[in-house]
């Protein structure tokens, strides 16, 4: 099993719809990212928690330590949304303090 | 607008070559890490440096690849010798390496090894 899993692994919307990428991890943490890789193949920051809950424009990122699982969320999505959406989840102590372990990532394509 | 800088952005080589790929972390950032991504495998930590010093490097195959930072500005990842297997996108990154920061990617290098 993985330590980081996401779901959906391919998420198809229209136009509009509200979206949620779910991720669950199994090891200690430190602090979770979620990341953004467009098809061009750069990766962006979007978020990285520790507690609570974030939130950037339409984009809001959730996280609940005692169930080590974190959502991401987009309201009114839009078709340039579309790209591969990663959770990292980095590690809480010794050496693997700093160190990102990622999930497979999900494929959001959103149609206008 | 300061940013991650890799070099080169494509390389093709042929199996056997030695290949150098290089990164310029942010000013004043003293985490750099290089990561792996494939279609399989996904996103994966090769190697982690904190003040220049390696510390951890067990995602990298040890006896072909190395990973050194020759000063603050400079990062390098060595592939000797290259294998077809080793066909991927290379990302570097560099960080403040506080438990609240966040870590800015590079473009990538694209290695493709013939």
């Known amino acids: 099993k993985n330590e980081v899993e996401q779901s959906p692994q391919n998420l198809t919307a229209q136009e509009g719809e509200f979206i949620t990428i779910n991720c669950s991890y199994s090891v200690g943490i430190s602090a979770l990212h979620w990341l953004q890789q467009h098809p061009g193949g750069g990766i962006v920051s979007l978020f990285m928690l520790s507690s609570g809950k974030k939130k950037h424009g339409r984009l809001i990122a959730t996280i609940n330590i005692q169930e080590k699982h974190s959502s991401l969320h987009i309201t009114a999505s839009h078709p340039r949304d579309s790209a591969v959406y990663i959770c990292a989840v980095r590690g809480a102590g010794g050496t693997s303090y700093g160190k990102l372990t990622f999930g497979q990532g999900t494929i959001l394509t959103v149609h206008p | 607008d300061a940013r991650v800088t890799q070099t080169p952005r494509h390389k093709v080589t042929e199996m056997g070559q030695e290949v150098t790929m290089r990164c310029q972390p942010i000013l004043g950032h003293n985490t750099v890490f290089w990561y792996r991504q494939t279609m399989m495998q996904g996103l994966e930590l090769l190697a982690y440096?904190?003040?220049?010093?390696?510390?951890?490097d067990s995602g990298m195959p040890k006896d072909r690849f190395s990973a050194e930072m020759p000063d603050a500005t400079l990062a390098t990842l060595k592939i000797q010798p290259s294998e077809p297997r080793d066909s991927a996108v290379y990302f570097c990154?560099?960080?403040?390496?506080?438990?609240?920061?966040?870590?800015?990617f590079g473009p990538g290098t694209r290695l493709t090894v013939l």
């Open positions: 990154a560099s960080g403040r390496g506080s438990s609240t920061d966040t870590q800015y």
């Open positions: 440096f904190r003040n220049r010093a390696p510390l951890d």
